[in-house]
């Protein structure tokens, strides 16, 4: 059992190597199962590292994250969608578990109007071509940018945590402008490796600065 931890963070890393290496070949069957591993991976993780009320929270982010994952697997728009609102409850949860209990501090004001140029550049370069999206992206875009924001405004210079959200955020963008502005090239690959690093480190920023002896 006191194993059990290394376990997990090794089934983590292969599952997210094993998915990116096989990016150039999907779809394939079963492809979802590969994809979500990680997520799942994190969520029992958070249960088995952080003995608080922020593992449990953490462990329901990752779950609505691995229904996203499995949701955008498909092709279909409704699946989109799908996974478009289980991303959106995750970073609802991620607020919350980064605000729960937390000191605030200003010292980084300056990142704060860094986002909110980048929220406003994002939205103003997406608009043209959101369509009946528009609504959805706006709502989306907002919550990820105050999980972001409540990153930055909480004490004790986790800057794990906010880089961590960052990434994630970096890879959500990555998705949108691929998806409704232009395709770029290699998207997969950036979108997935920075989905997993974001993910990776949000996890590792409640425990390096809480309970850094279970890993």
């Given amino acids: 059992m006191e194993h059990l931890p290394l376990i997990l ?34 969520a029992a993780l958070s249960l ?8 449990k929270l953490l462990c329901a982010g990752f779950l609505f994250s691995a229904v996203g994952d499995i949701s955008l697997s498909f092709k279909k728009e409704k699946f989109f969608l799908i996974g478009l609102v289980s991303f959106l409850l995750a970073h609802v949860v991620y607020i919350i578990t980064i605000s729960n209990d937390s000191d605030w ?3 980084r004001a300056w990142l704060l109007c860094v986002l909110a140029v980048f929220g406003i550049a994002m939205i103003n370069v997406l608009n043209p071509h959101l369509g009946k999206m528009r609504i ?7 919550v990820i940018l105050t ?10 210079d986790n800057w794990i945590l906010i880089v961590g959200a960052l990434t994630f955020t970096a890879s959500d963008t990555i998705l949108a402008f691929d998806k409704f502005r ?6 997969q690959y950036w979108i997935m490796t920075t989905y997993y690093a974001g993910q990776a480190l949000i996890f590792l920023s409640f425990v390096y600065y809480g309970f850094p002896s279970c890993l």
């Avoid at 999980?147 to 004790?156: C, E, P, S, W």
């Fill in 105 to 107: 501090s200003m010292d």
């Fill in 9 to 42: 963070s090794v089934i983590f890393l292969l599952g997210a190597f094993a998915y990116l290496g096989l990016i150039h070949k999907l779809p394939f069957k079963g492809d979802f199962v590969i994809k979500a591993i990680p997520a799942l991976t994190l």
């Fill in 182 to 187: 232009k395709p770029i090239p290699g998207a």
């Fill in 48 to 55: 088995l590292c952080i003995p608080t009320i922020h593992g």
């Fill in 136 to 142: 959805p992206v706006y709502i989306y875009v907002s």
């Fill in 147 to 156: 999980m972001d924001v409540m990153a930055v405004l909480r004490g004790n």
